[in-house]
């Protein structure tokens, strides 16, 4: 199985010429070895040795003797190829001799070509002779063509017509070829001259092509063969032109026309013409109305003639109804900017918006179905931009506030002419006093903003916004207005006859102006009062019961001067007098709504009061005796009971009263031992803590028996437990002044006591 040495020597030089081939023995070998082994590793298997032998012999034959024939047929091959080779190394030899040869010949008859060449010169002279006898027929009757063609257009014959003028055009676009590719430019301008007259016939066809143009949307309802046959000669001369371009040689004189783009820009104009570019209209509401309803119309008329009839007179890629509904689209949203130039009044304005938001694309214009869904305007811009949208309604809102400032102030001069009427107010269901003017101010508010809503969200907001503001400034003007009234009426407490009536009547409205103004936004998510106007509300009503309890202090302020007196403490009449002055004007409160009334009430309450202590802290009397300070303090007692009761029974409830201030105040009178007047004292300035100083030493006085001393102690235990006001409290005390202490007579160079 192994191999000698001589057959290693004997194979080396082909391995080092072939290492493949040692790899691959080497293989073989290992793999024989692998199976030899793994066969023969019994000994009982060795027996078999010689039927394997004789099997892998007759194997390696028929290998052999296959190769032997594969390599055969590759030799025949390669025979067969090197005399292919070799057939053709002599042909190339033969050829090699032949051109040889040929150039010899070819170098003997050099001289005999110069002939050639001025017979070639005359051949194209002769070939260019040639070519003007076959065209001078043509430019002969030049100008006869051109005469029959100006006839043919005369007669509206427009298709023969442009045949014979394509017909000269390419005649003399030939001849300019011709002559600019052999470089003889200076003859062109002979040529041009001669073909002049196509420049005039062009113009004429021209122009009459245009005037079909610009009568096209009449033309295809009446006759489109016209229309049709200028559409026709339009593409001709395009295809002309494209061809002309696409040669990119030479470009003719007047060319390219570019008729298609003309086509389009004279439909555009003649559309933007009709219809955009009239006289000065009428800027007002009726005038800008009827030439937005008149532009509706037409524009829709129009768009439909294009869709259903002139789609089908030109070519699909014309885009005839898209070019159109652009065109429209455009001059539209030129137009409006036009417009809006001018100074529109608030009727105007809100056409313009309604019309450019609303109508514009509703199915009454461009969402017609007789357009849809052709017609899509979607994909435009819009026709009045966001930035234009909001300054027009900006100024529409100026224009609205005029008008509603304008209407608040007749309506404000109205209601201030009817305080002064010499009947009541008008009276509700209910009997309350009212007027007019909450009804009207919130109608035309109310009325301003659900207009506003019918074209934008934000317009709405906006003319909320104003609204708002506007009722504001109304309330403002509504109280200067109130102040004015109440200055007449000091002057002539007749003059207005009914002036707490009408007081009472404004309370009334100022309340249903306070109710109504949230439900002038219809969209509850946007109700919110804004703080300034809710003020605004809140001085109005505080004016108005200002104004009236003057009228009350003025009542009773004749009966609150009667106090305190000695007549008084023996039985006067003057508190039911008082309680008779309280009574009217609570009946007179009666017909303001209850929120008001018991406001009106608690301050009444709070002002007889104030008037009662401030009366008795005029020092006008001082206690005598012991038997007028028991005296003083049963009619204090009566008094304060008799007041307590009747606003009781008006409804006023007893926590609710001040008058507790006259009973407290009461104690301190009654107190027999002047000793503990600093513990009453203490108690009385902790339930009161507005009381001053001036407050406690007048009360002293009006007991008549307290001394320096006592004084001088009740008023030090008030700066050692100085009081602090609660935010609940309501003052009483703060607003009533005790006279200055008079000082006594002095003489010169004295001392004073």
């Keep these: 199985?192994?191999?000698?040495?001589?057959?290693?020597?004997?194979?080396?030089?082909?391995?080092?010429?072939?290492?493949?081939?040692?790899?691959?023995?080497?293989?073989?070998?290992?793999?024989?070895?692998?199976?030899?082994?793994?066969?023969?590793?019994?000994?009982?298997?060795?027996?078999?040795?010689?039927?394997?032998?004789?099997?892998?012999?007759?194997?390696?034959?028929?290998?052999?003797?296959?190769?032997?024939?594969?390599?055969?047929?590759?030799?025949?091959?390669?025979?067969a190829g090197l005399e292919q080779l070799r057939s053709a190394a002599q042909e190339v030899q033969s050829v090699c001799q032949d051109l040889g040869a040929a150039q010899w010949a070819l170098l003997d008859s050099a001289d005999r070509f110069q002939g050639l060449q001025q017979m070639r010169a005359l051949m194209a002279e002769h070939v260019q002779l040639a070519s003007v006898v076959q065209v001078l027929p043509q430019l002969f009757s030049v100008h006869e063509v051109f005469s029959h063609t100006l006839q043919l257009l005369r007669g509206q014959q427009l298709l023969e017509a442009h045949a014979e003028l394509m017909m000269m055009e390419h005649l003399r676009d030939d001849i300019l070829s011709q002559l600019h590719l052999r470089g003889l430019?200076?003859?062109?301008?002979?040529?041009?001259?001669?073909?002049?007259?196509?420049?005039?016939?062009?113009?004429?066809?021209?122009?009459?092509?245009?005037?079909?143009?610009?009568?096209?949307?009449?033309?295809?309802?009446?006759?489109?063969?016209?229309?049709?046959?200028?559409?026709?000669?339009?593409?001709r001369e395009e295809k002309i032109d494209d061809t002309l371009l696409l040669e990119a040689t030479f470009l003719p004189p007047g060319r390219p026309k570019g008729w298609r783009q003309k086509f389009y820009h004279v439909l555009q104009e003649t559309i933007t013409g009709a219809h955009f570019h009239a006289a000065h209209m009428d800027a007002e509401g009726p005038g800008l109305a009827r030439h937005l309803a008149a532009l509706q119309k037409d524009i829709v008329s129009e768009l439909r003639v294009v869709k259903d009839l002139m789609v089908q007179c030109v070519p699909a890629h014309y885009n005839i109804l898209s070019i159109c509904t652009v065109t429209y689209h455009q001059a539209l949203t030129s137009h409006l900017q036009d417009i809006l130039r001018e100074d529109l009044d608030k009727q105007a304005l809100f056409l313009l918006l309604e019309w450019a938001l609303r109508v514009y694309h509703s199915p009454e214009m461009m969402g017609h179905p007789d357009l849809l869904p052709e017609v899509d305007v979607s994909a435009l811009a819009p026709l009045m931009s966001?930035?234009?949208?909001?300054?027009?309604?900006?100024?529409?809102?100026?224009?609205?506030?005029?008008?509603?400032?304008?209407?608040?102030?007749?309506?404000?001069?109205?209601?201030?002419?009817?305080?002064?009427?010499?009947?009541?107010?008008?009276?509700?269901?209910?009997?309350?006093?009212?007027?007019?003017?909450?009804?009207?101010?919130?109608q035309m508010l109310n009325e301003n903003i659900r207009v506003a809503s019918l074209i934008t969200d934000s317009l709405q907001q906006k003319v909320y916004n104003m609204a708002l503001e506007e009722l504001e400034a109304f309330l403002g003007r509504l109280q200067e207005a109130l102040v004015q009234c109440g200055?007449?009426?000091?002057?002539?407490?007749?003059?207005?006859?009914?002036?707490?009536?009408?007081?009472?009547?404004?309370?009334?409205?100022?309340?249903?102006?306070?109710?109504?103004?949230?439900?002038?936004?219809?969209?509850?998510?946007?109700?919110?009062?804004?703080?300034?106007?809710?003020?605004?509300?809140?001085?109005?009503?505080?004016?108005?019961?200002?104004?009236?309890?003057?009228?009350?202090?003025?009542?009773?302020?004749?009966?609150?001067?009667?106090?305190?007196?000695?007549?008084?403490?023996?039985?006067?009449?003057?508190?039911s007098s008082m309680c008779e002055v309280i009574d009217k004007y609570a009946k007179d409160f009666s017909r303001v709504r209850k929120p008001?009334?018991?406001?009106?009430l608690t301050e009444s309450e709070l002002l007889v009061t104030s008037q009662y202590l401030r009366a008795l802290m005029q020092k006008k009397m001082v206690c005598r005796s012991e038997e007028e300070r028991g005296q003083l303090c049963d009619r204090l007692l009566q008094d304060s009971t008799q007041l307590r009761e009747l606003f009781c029974g008006l409804g006023l409830d007893q926590s609710q009263q001040s008058l507790e201030a006259v009973f407290a105040l009461r104690e301190l009178i009654c107190l027999k031992d002047p000793a503990l007047l600093s513990l009453e004292v203490l108690g009385f300035i902790t339930k009161y803590p507005d009381v001053s100083d001036e407050h406690i030493s007048t009360l002293l006085d009006l007991r008549g028996d307290v001394s320096k001393e006592v004084r001088h102690m009740v008023l030090e235990m008030m700066a050692q437990h100085p009081q602090v006001l609660p935010e609940s409290y309501r003052p009483i005390f703060s607003t009533i002044l005790v006279p200055a202490p008079e000082l006594p007579f002095c003489l010169r160079k004295g001392k004073c006591a």
């Design 487 to 575: 200055k007449e009426h000091q002057k002539d407490r007749t003059i207005p006859k009914y002036y707490v009536s009408y007081l009472l009547a404004m309370l009334n409205n100022n309340l249903a102006l306070s109710s109504s103004v949230s439900f002038l936004h219809p969209d509850t998510a946007r109700r919110e009062v804004p703080m300034s106007l809710r003020a605004a509300l809140d001085r109005m009503q505080k004016k108005a019961c200002q104004l009236l309890l003057e009228e009350l202090l003025l009542d009773l302020q004749p009966l609150c001067l009667q106090l305190p007196s000695r007549k008084w403490l023996s039985g006067s009449q003057l508190v």
């Design 1 to 79: 199985m192994g191999m000698s040495a001589e057959d290693e020597r004997t194979v080396s030089p082909r391995d080092e010429e072939w290492p493949e081939a040692e790899k691959a023995e080497k293989l073989a070998r290992g793999a024989a070895l692998k199976w030899a082994s793994g066969v023969f590793y019994r000994p009982e298997k060795l027996e078999g040795l010689g039927q394997y032998r004789s099997r892998e012999t007759q194997r390696n034959s028929s290998i052999q003797s296959r190769l032997k024939s594969t390599v055969q047929s590759y030799l025949e091959g390669v025979s």
């Design 596 to 600: 008001v009334f018991m406001l009106l």
């Design 386 to 442: 966001p930035e234009l949208v909001d300054q027009t309604e900006r100024k529409y809102v100026v224009k609205v506030k005029a008008s509603v400032l304008e209407w608040m102030q007749r309506t404000l001069e109205v209601e201030f002419k009817e305080w002064f009427r010499e009947e009541e107010p008008e009276t509700d269901h209910q009997g309350f006093f009212q007027s007019a003017l909450p009804v009207i101010v919130m």
């Design 185 to 235: 430019s200076s003859a062109q301008a002979t040529v041009l001259s001669y073909f002049g007259g196509l420049q005039e016939l062009n113009e004429s066809l021209a122009k009459q092509l245009w005037d079909i143009v610009g009568s096209s949307l009449r033309l295809v309802r009446e006759d489109p063969v016209l229309f049709v046959t200028a559409v026709r000669i339009i593409e």
